[in-house]
């Protein structure tokens, strides 16, 4: 979606939308995505029991080019543990989310809103949006935006989580 297309689109449905942006405290809503560039499906409930940073991203996205080598480092940080990251990508074409991914040489789960309607359903207020969730699904913060000094606390966030599955 061009950048113009996303800022209406945002607009449009918190104008009409009943649904709001879910909070710290509440279960994330379950989905179901294709892998990007993939036939392959994935659902929020495959990972019931790890730690999950579940990011919307663009390729379009300022911000997003600071956010994802750092969800990439975390994840490459903590393989093998009871973490996942998992980047929704909310270009409307997988090419130019394909390109920022090798461009930048990311390897983590990559999933394709292609219809916009998960975006919808999470009532992102902005680009980046980011929900920490625990092992139960139950969303412990929300980061809209990025700036590099949100890094230590994410961390700081995902460690005490990974501690309390212990």
């Known amino acids: 979606m061009a ?21 710290a405290g509440e279960v994330a809503p379950n989905f179901s995505l294709p892998v990007l560039g993939s036939s392959e499906t994935v659902s929020l409930e495959d990972f019931r029991g790890q730690i999950v940073l579940l990011d919307f ?3 379009w996205c300022g911000p997003c080019l600071v956010s994802m080598p750092f969800y990439q480092q975390m994840q490459d940080e903590y393989t093998g543990q009871a973490f996942k990251v998992i980047a929704v990508s909310v270009d409307e074409e997988a090419e130019p989310a394909l390109d920022f991914i090798q461009d930048r040489d990311l ?12 975006a919808a359903k999470y009532q992102l207020p902005g680009m980046p949006t980011s929900f920490l969730l625990d092992a139960d699904g139950t969303i412990v913060d929300v980061q809209v935006g990025f700036n590099k000094a949100a890094k230590p606390g994410i961390k700081k966030q995902v460690e005490q989580l990974m501690r309390a599955l212990q």
């Not at 950048?3 to 449905?13: E, S």
């Not at 390897?107 to 998960?118: A, P, R, V």
Request: charged share 10%.
């Open 3 to 23: 950048k113009l297309g996303w800022f209406f689109f945002l607009l449009l449905t918190s104008l009409f939308s009943t649904a709001k942006t879910p909070d």
């Open 57 to 59: 991203w663009a390729s």
């Open 107 to 118: 390897n983590m789960l990559f999933l394709h809103d292609i219809t916009g309607s998960l």
